[in-house]
């Protein structure tokens, strides 16, 4: 019996509810209902009361969310797409990531973000917005891109005193599958290497692991070994397992689903040439998605955005350099 992705999450949810009364499930239509994408479905009628719908109002949600951290609780906000959270980034960014720096009060909020593309999604439920909340200080951004992590990561996440965002990619929901749930998984803060290999990094996070494995088999095929770093959180970025690895490889790729202008693959490139210049072979590359709106056409969405296909040719020609 296999568990997927959208069914991890819902079972930790399950079980941060079980196991501390202080937490409780905010967001629209995510009672009877059971969310957007069913992440909290019959969520509500095992835990009466805490599982609560909210009004159409981002703002409001992430509001109720930081008062009731202040008071104690552990809230976890559902926002039904990851664009939406845009309607309540004062709340988020002003409000939840500052309280600790100005009052000595912790946020213990979690915001879950259903993220990244579809086919057919269009412009305004594609984004992936942990670039803009990274750039805040105070804020977790987590971007798990495993079954395992999903689970294992949104614990966590609620357990932590700082507020959390956690972008969920929705491609997974149902595409991504594990054998089992994790008992024990790599803290918060620490990447993962997914791959291992020896002529060049490639750099990942969320969905975008899945497609750079994929172009790393392709390549494995030609003779090349490439070695795949999945991030897990952008903030914290994990810069040692990134160093650790260039040093191996002498060569940077780094893809990321979100727009290239300031993103985490230009974090990652950054830090690598500032503190690590000497371990490069030839210079580091990114691949990102198109700098435009996320076209609603199947065929267009299949171009925005970083592929295996993409992926792999982007390293050969830094492998020829």
Not at 120 to 135: D, K, L, N, V
Not at 139 to 160: G, N
Not at 162 to 178: M, R, S, T
Not at 276 to 282: H, K, N, R, S, V
């Amino acid at each position: 019996m296999s568990i997927t992705y959208l069914e991890a999450i819902r079972e930790a949810q399950a079980r941060a509810l079980a196991e501390d009364p202080r937490v409780f499930i905010y967001g629209q239509d995510v009672g009877a209902f059971g969310g957007a994408f069913k992440a909290t479905k019959n969520l509500a009628k095992t835990f009466p009361g805490r599982v609560i719908d909210a009004p159409v109002s981002e703002d409001a949600m992430v509001g109720l969310g930081v008062g009731a951290a202040i008071e104690g609780m552990r809230p976890i906000i559902e926002m039904q797409f990851a664009d939406f959270s845009t309607a309540g980034f004062n709340q988020i960014v002003n409000q939840a990531a500052t309280l600790y720096w100005r009052t000595n009060v912790p946020c213990p909020i979690t915001i879950r973000l259903p993220c990244g593309g579809t086919s057919g999604s269009g412009p305004f439920h594609s984004q992936s917005m942990e670039t803009i909340y990274a750039h805040y200080p105070g804020l977790v951004v987590l971007t798990p891109a495993t079954v395992e992590d999903a689970y294992s990561m949104l614990l966590e996440a609620v357990a932590i005193d700082d507020p959390v965002i956690f972008c969920e990619h929705k491609l997974l929901y149902y595409h991504l599958k594990a054998e089992k749930l994790p008992t024990e998984a790599l803290p918060v803060g620490k990447a993962r290497i997914s791959r291992e290999g020896r002529d060049m990094t490639i750099v990942a996070y969320s969905a975008m692991v899945h497609e750079a494995l994929a172009a790393a088999e392709e390549l494995a095929g030609e003779g090349f070994q490439v070695e795949v770093v999945d991030l897990r959180s952008v903030k914290p970025l994990d810069t040692d397992t990134v160093m650790a690895s260039v040093a191996r490889t002498g060569r940077l790729l780094c893809v990321g689903e979100s727009w290239p202008w300031g993103g985490v693959t230009a974090e990652v490139i950054a830090r690598v040439v500032s503190e690590g210049f000497g371990l490069l072979d030839a210079p580091p590359r990114r691949l990102n998605a198109k700098d435009t709106p996320v076209p609603y056409h199947p065929s267009l969405w299949a171009a925005h955005r970083p592929t295996a296909r993409s992926i792999a040719g982007a390293a050969r020609n830094l492998l020829r350099m």
